[in-house]
């Protein structure tokens, strides 16, 4: 008998502590900048205030990384940009909207194909309590 007609579900594999422990680390900033400022401000505004409290708790964070797009072995520079990278494995994207979409969603699940990494975290500013902005997104 064939396969045909018998789907295959994805596996994935638990993603390392070490990365759990990161999205922590931001999640907990997060709140930090969030009950500080509130909602209302610009996302540049969250990103370099985020940033800053990342950079105390000591973790390595880089901001607006260009993130080329290649297309029939071509590399093209006028692709996207990470708002934020943390660890080296964690991507961060920032915004400060009155409602996350899909679109935002597939956003970061784009930047994760792109960069071979398997977690992001989606963080919308714009709410009253920021536990209703955070989104967990798992390649």
């Known amino acids: 008998m064939s396969g045909v007609g018998i789907s295959q579900k994805k596996v994935y594999l638990p993603i390392p502590a070490e990365i759990e422990d990161t999205a922590k680390a931001v999640i907990d900033a997060a709140y930090q900048v969030h009950t500080e400022l509130g909602a209302g401000l610009l996302e540049s505004v969250?990103?370099?205030?985020?940033?800053?409290?990342?950079?105390?708790?000591?973790?390595?964070?880089?901001t607006q990384i260009p993130l080329p797009v290649v297309y029939d072995n071509i590399k093209l520079d006028r692709g996207f940009r990470l708002d934020m990278l943390v660890n080296k494995h964690l991507?961060?994207?920032?915004?400060?909207?009155?409602?996350?979409?899909?679109?935002?969603?597939?956003?970061l699940l784009t930047y994760l194909k792109l960069t071979n990494l398997r977690l992001g975290l989606l963080i919308n500013f714009n709410v009253d309590h920021l536990?209703?902005?955070i989104r967990r997104i798992i390649s």
């Open 91 to 107: 991507i961060v994207e920032i915004k400060a909207v009155d409602l996350l979409t899909g679109a935002h969603r597939a956003q």
């Open 46 to 62: 969250y990103e370099t205030c985020l940033a800053h409290e990342l950079g105390k708790a000591g973790l390595l964070v880089e």
């Open 131 to 133: 536990r209703n902005g």
